[in-house]
């Protein structure tokens, strides 16, 4: 949990990366893999923490934890996903039953989804680095066909109340969330080589930017937020970091604007209900921070600055400072941008949002 969260924890790291390590040194994720010298339970135990390391790797690629994927794209000759079925161990030891329930048929879905969206979504990330005009058109196309195909048993019924079928919600968002990072890369990309095309995928960017603040709306809602897993809360600090980027550009036009400066507070009260995590702790500061600078919103530029500094005296340090001092670590990424010059703060200072332009092309 401590990567899917977006933490920079030593410990984390060490045991992700020896694990990623032995994996790859084993060859248990190639369908040629030898499974005669092991037994079928081993071997399904193989499979499971493979795919596991999978979505994990292009989870972190996308949230920006990582710099590229220690994994790599090509997903031909990976072992084939296991059916829901076989992630539910047939038996669990007594001394482990307390910190390790059993899952629900449902949350075994969820997983299994899950690592399909990661596919997708390092499948669509090598499309775009192509450069294929058609990029666009096979992200939109690739996200729409496994939205179709999810699950039945994830589907909400009619009338449900969501929080009675929490992970639909959850994968949707994660989808959303991916094809934001993608649209976002697409539309930077042809800013100066096609025009038409950077418009498209801004408009494609934002109508899923706006997807995502209607499923932030509906947990606010139905005051779900306690028991979404850190997948759907770090959507917020990421649609806010975009709603920024509207809102900060003066070519954009003041209705959009106006617009950005509603859904940037919801996301602003969905962060403080869960500012008890640190990812989104300093999410919510830097975002303070920023609205404080720019006076975007009066009322919110007197709420918590961190380490109770005052606008004053944030502007003679930088966010990237306190933004990694807050996961004890240097700074990996030192570089100007130039959507938010004028302010001094880079959308890579928000946490978990990604995806940064450095790291696209080592991927």
């Given amino acids: 949990m401590t990567g899917f969260s977006g933490t920079r924890d030593k410990d984390f790291s060490y045991w992700y ?178 025009s038409l095309l950077s418009e498209n995928a801004n408009s494609c960017l934002k109508l899923a930017m706006y997807e995502l603040d209607a499923m932030i709306g509906r947990a606010l809602a139905y005051d779900m937020l306690r028991n979404l897993p850190i997948a759907f809360l770090i959507c917020a600090p990421a649609v806010l970091a975009l709603h920024l980027e509207i809102v900060l550009k003066s070519a954009e036009p003041d209705d959009l604007k106006s617009r950005s400066l509603i859904y940037i507070q919801q996301s602003l009260i969905c962060m403080k209900q869960c500012r008890d995590l640190p990812q989104i702790q300093v999410a919510l500061g830097v975002a303070e921070w920023v609205l404080a600078k720019k006076a975007l919103l009066p009322n919110w530029s007197r709420e918590v600055f961190p380490n109770g500094e005052t606008p004053h005296h944030t502007v003679r340090r930088s966010s990237r400072d306190w933004f990694y001092s807050a996961h004890n670590t240097e700074s990996q990424i030192h570089r100007s941008q130039d959507d938010l010059a004028e302010t001094g703060v880079g959308l890579d200072d928000f946490l978990v949002f990604g995806l940064p332009e450095n790291m696209m092309f080592d991927y």
């Fill in 17 to 194: 990366h020896n694990a990623v390590r032995l994996a790859i040194k084993m060859g248990i994720h190639h369908q040629s893999f030898n499974t005669h010298e092991i037994d079928s339970a081993t071997y399904r135990l193989y499979q499971r923490i493979w795919w596991t390391l999978y979505s994990r790797d292009i989870m972190l690629l996308f949230s920006g934890v990582e710099n590229k994927s220690l994994l790599g794209s090509s997903t031909e000759s990976l072992i084939a996903l296991p059916p829901a079925e076989m992630w539910v161990p047939e038996n669990i030891s007594p001394s482990c039953a307390s910190v390790l329930p059993p899952l629900t048929l449902l949350e075994s879905l969820y997983f299994v989804e899950n690592c399909k969206l990661a596919t997708i979504a390092s499948q669509c990330l090598s499309v775009a680095k192509s450069g294929s005009p058609n990029s666009l058109a096979h992200i939109t196309e690739a996200f729409s066909t496994w939205h179709a195909s999810v699950s039945e048993p994830l589907l909400p019924n009619p009338g449900q109340d969501p929080r009675d079928n929490r992970w639909h919600m959850v994968l949707i968002a994660t989808s959303y969330r991916f094809q934001c990072m993608l649209f976002r890369w697409l539309k930077k990309h042809w800013e100066a080589k096609d």
